[in-house]
């Protein structure tokens, strides 16, 4: 077995056999504890994970996001007769951050590694709390459904040795349906990463990018050439959710978050020249399934997907990676060799990464803005 198969073991075994109140439901047999005990302490790859405040994410599931205990476990349950490591499908690393995806067989979460000791002490340490309550008072929110943190528990040569992921969040997949829509025949859907792309970023800026593989060059943040078309009270909608949402990221020094844009392209014969900004459509290429993974409030928001105003797409938005927090130390350690970097080489300014988190709402909210086009009436 690989490491991505014990490190799926282990996140599957932390959700499934761990109660809501976080407790693991232990084996009454004192030889297979003391065998599990020696096996975890010596392996590399597969750590023993539990659950972070679980209680609080049981909470946003149940009462905010109308997803029940049982439906949320079934979505990590292995097949009849699989293996705990079959229920989740490693989707890659990806980025510069070295995360591990994973993705529930029923597609309606994700898994994702957070191995930097500054980001996972920041959400559990400063950002939890503060985004337990804005879920909960936020229904619409723009920031990516969290649904479980889990962390490594006890000592362990593969968690010493840094060799698996310590921690990892669960969070509600926004592409949720597009392997349906797929089966179908239906457009394919599209999406983009969005950050500002003025920053200065090293692998592209340098050398205008000789010294770096186009590879690497890809990892950057995306780019949308294009133009959502919504209505003024869309727009004015859209843009009341990302103001709310950034200013509670920059109130605890977090930058370096992305807005992730997924566009469904609509079947010809469903363009329509007026659509209505709050029209409802019962055609099913236009919302996730029914038994989707959480039920946003009516009428359908950024999670379930916006008609745009020309009735062309419908779009999906989502604010994710908001874990790098200007006071922790390795943040602090960039932004000084980005300063001397600029006092002594080249004036370059600031990486996305270095700025000061009121500078990058700003700029992250003009960029959003820049997207929009308002359809007059």
């Given at each position: 077995?690989?490491?991505?198969?014990?490190?799926?073991?282990?996140?599957?075994?932390?959700?499934?056999?761990?109660?809501?109140?976080?407790?693991?439901?232990?084996?009454?047999?004192?030889?297979?504890?003391?065998?599990?005990?020696?096996?975890?302490?010596?392996?590399?790859?597969?750590?023993?994970?539990?659950?972070?405040?679980?209680?609080?994410?049981?909470?946003?599931?149940?009462?905010?996001?109308?997803?029940?205990?049982?439906?949320?476990?079934?979505?990590?349950?292995?097949?009849?007769?699989?293996?705990?490591?079959?229920?989740?499908?490693?989707?890659?690393?990806?980025?510069?951050?070295?995360?591990?995806?994973?993705?529930?067989?029923?597609?309606?979460?994700?898994?994702?590694?957070?191995?930097?000791?500054?980001?996972?002490?920041?959400?559990?340490?400063?950002?939890?709390?503060?985004?337990?309550?804005?879920?909960?008072?936020?229904?619409?929110?723009?920031?990516?459904?969290?649904?479980?943190?889990?962390?490594?528990?006890?000592?362990?040569?593969?968690?010493?040795?840094?060799?698996?992921?310590?921690?990892?969040?669960?969070?509600?997949?926004?592409?949720?349906?597009?392997?349906?829509?797929?089966?179908?025949?239906?457009?394919?859907?599209?999406?983009?990463?969005?950050?500002?792309?003025?920053?200065?970023?090293?692998?592209?800026?340098?050398?205008?990018?000789?010294?770096?593989?186009?590879?690497?060059?890809?990892?950057?943040?995306?780019?949308?050439?294009?133009?959502?078309?919504?209505?003024?009270?869309?727009?004015?909608?859209?843009?009341?959710?990302?103001?709310?949402?950034?200013?509670?990221?920059?109130?605890?020094?977090?930058?370096?978050?992305?807005?992730?844009?997924?566009?469904?392209?609509?079947?010809?014969?469903?363009?329509?020249?007026?659509?209505?900004?709050?029209a409802t459509r019962s055609d099913s290429n236009l919302a996730p399934p029914e038994d989707g993974p959480s039920v946003p409030p009516a009428p359908p928001t950024w999670k379930t997907g916006v008609a745009s105003a020309d009735g062309k797409y419908v779009y999906r938005a989502?604010?994710?990676?908001?874990?790098?927090?200007?006071?922790?130390?390795?943040?602090?350690?960039?932004?000084?060799?980005?300063?001397?970097?600029?006092?002594?080489?080249?004036?370059?300014?600031?990486?996305?990464?270095?700025?000061?988190?009121?500078?990058?709402?700003?700029?992250?909210?003009?960029?959003?803005?820049?997207?929009?086009?308002?359809?007059?009436?």
């Amino acid at each position: 077995m690989g490491r991505q198969e014990r490190v799926a073991r282990s996140i599957v075994r932390a959700i499934i056999r761990t109660n809501i109140n976080g407790t693991k439901k232990k084996s009454s047999n004192p030889l297979g504890v003391l065998l599990a005990v020696f096996s975890a302490f010596f392996s590399l790859y597969q750590l023993l994970m539990r659950k972070i405040r679980p209680a609080d994410f049981a909470k946003l599931r149940r009462e905010y996001w109308d997803v029940s205990d049982d439906d949320y476990v079934d979505s990590f349950r292995p097949r009849e007769g699989a293996k705990d490591e079959e229920a989740l499908t490693a989707i890659g690393d990806m980025g510069f951050s070295g995360s591990t995806f994973y993705a529930t067989n029923d597609q309606k979460y994700l898994v994702k590694s957070v191995p930097r000791h500054s980001e996972h002490s920041f959400f559990r340490n400063d950002l939890l709390t503060p985004y337990v309550q804005h879920m909960a008072t936020h229904p619409q929110s723009l920031l990516v459904r969290i649904c479980d943190f889990l962390g490594a528990s006890g000592a362990s040569v593969g968690r010493i040795l840094r060799l698996a992921p310590s921690h990892h969040i669960v969070m509600e997949n926004i592409m949720y349906g597009r392997d349906e829509a797929e089966k179908r025949g239906d457009a394919k859907w599209e999406n983009w990463d969005l950050k500002p792309t003025s920053y200065f970023y090293p692998e592209r800026d340098i050398a205008d990018g000789a010294l770096t593989s186009d590879a690497t060059k890809e990892q950057l943040a995306d780019e949308f050439h294009d133009k959502i078309i919504l209505s003024q009270e869309q727009a004015d909608d859209f843009f009341a959710r990302l103001e709310e949402d950034t200013k509670l990221l920059a109130e605890h020094n977090a930058v370096d978050y992305s807005l992730f844009l997924v566009r469904m392209k609509l079947p010809r014969e469903e363009v329509q020249e007026e659509v209505q900004p709050e029209a409802t459509r019962s055609d099913s290429n236009l919302a996730p399934p029914e038994d989707g993974p959480s039920v946003p409030p009516a009428p359908p928001t950024w999670k379930t997907g916006v008609a745009s105003a020309d009735g062309k797409y419908v779009y999906r938005a989502s604010i994710l990676d908001f874990f790098w927090a200007k006071h922790k130390i390795q943040p602090r350690f960039m932004t000084l060799l980005i300063n001397l970097w600029n006092l002594l080489i080249s004036k370059d300014g600031p990486m996305s990464i270095t700025t000061t988190p009121e500078e990058y709402r700003e700029r992250f909210l003009k960029m959003c803005r820049g997207y929009v086009e308002i359809k007059k009436d």
